[in-house]
T-cell receptor, first 113, second 112 residues
Framework: DVKVTQSSRYLVKRTGEKVFLECVQD?????MFWYRQDPGLGLRLIYF???????EKGDIPEGYSVSREKKERFSLILESASTNQTSMYLC????????????FGPGTRLTVL | KQEVTQIPAALSVPEGENLVLNCSFT??????LQWFRQDPGKGLTSLLL?????REQTSGRLNASLDKSSGRSTLYIAASQPGDSATYLC???????????FGEGTQLTVNP
C-alpha cells in the first residue's frame, strides 16, 4: 500500500514564526503536492513538485515556499506564519505517468495564534 | 478554468438504501476523475479512479461512472451502511492528470 506520512497531526504556532511541515511518501512517486483545506473553500493547491529540486506554483502560493531535496520528501514552509494560514494542510503524491492516482497523507491541523 | 460542482452538499439516508452522489465539471478535456472519501479531521482516502477513456469503475459496493461529453460523474453506493458516513469528494485531473481540481464534497450521513 502507498503510504504518505506527515510530520504532525496538530500544530500550534505564533504569528511571525517560521513553520515547517514535512511530508514523506514511500512509493517512489515523482509527483508530490501540498493543499490546504478550508470550510467553504474546499481543497486548494499551494505548490507541487514533479521531481527533486523542481517546484511549480499552485493556485495559492503566496506566503508559502517548498523544498524537495529528496524524492520521497516534500516540505512546506511558512516563512512568517499569519493567522489567515490557520488551516488543514494535506500532502499527496502520485506517479508521473500512467493513472496519476493521488494518495493523501493524514493531514496537519495548523493553528496560528 | 475547470470548475467542479457536487450536488447535494449534504445527504441523509436510512441504512440499506442505494444512493447516488453527483459531480459535474465545466471542461470536458480531462485526463482522469477521482473519487475520495474523507472522515472528519482526517486525510483523503482514494476510492475510485476513472481514466478519461473509461466509462465506469467498480470496487465492492461502489460504482463510479463518467460521461465526459456531458461533464458528469456519479458515485453509486449500494446497500449503504452507517460506516459509509463521511464526506465524498470528486476531483478532476487536467491534461497531464497531475493537477486535480476538487469539488466541495457531499457530506453523507447513513442512519441506523
Amino acid at each position: 500500500d502507498v503510504k504518505v506520512t506527515q510530520s504532525s497531526r496538530y500544530l500550534v504556532k505564533r504569528t511571525g514564526e517560521k513553520v515547517f511541515l514535512e511530508c514523506v511518501q514511500d512509493m517512489d512517486h515523482e509527483n508530490m503536492f501540498w493543499y490546504r483545506q478550508d470550510p467553504g473553500l474546499g481543497l486548494r493547491l499551494i505548490y507541487f513538485s514533479y521531481d527533486v529540486k523542481m517546484k511549480e506554483k499552485g493556485d495559492i502560493p503566496e506566503g508559502y515556499s517548498v523544498s524537495r531535496e529528496k524524492k520521497e520528501r516534500f516540505s512546506l514552509i511558512l516563512e512568517s506564519a499569519s493567522t489567515n494560514q490557520t488551516s488543514m494542510y494535506l500532502c499527496a503524491s502520485s506517479k508521473l505517468a500512467g493513472a496519476n492516482e493521488q494518495f493523501f497523507g493524514p493531514g496537519t491541523r495548523l493553528t496560528v495564534l | 478554468k475547470q470548475e467542479v460542482t457536487q450536488i447535494p452538499a449534504a445527504l441523509s439516508v436510512p441504512e440499506g438504501e442505494n444512493l447516488v452522489l453527483n459531480c459535474s465539471f465545466t471542461d470536458s478535456a480531462i485526463y482522469n476523475l477521482q473519487w475520495f472519501r474523507q472522515d472528519p479531521g482526517k486525510g483523503l482516502t482514494s476510492l475510485l479512479l476513472i481514466q478519461s477513456s473509461q466509462r465506469e469503475q467498480t470496487s465492492g459496493r461502489l460504482n463510479a461512472s463518467l460521461d465526459k461529453s456531458s461533464g458528469r460523474s456519479t458515485l453509486y453506493i449500494a446497500a449503504s451502511q452507517p460506516g459509509d458516513s463521511a464526506t465524498y469528494l470528486c476531483a478532476v485531473g487536467g491534461d497531464s492528470g497531475s493537477r486535480l481540481t476538487f469539488g466541495e464534497g457531499t457530506q453523507l450521513t447513513v442512519n441506523p
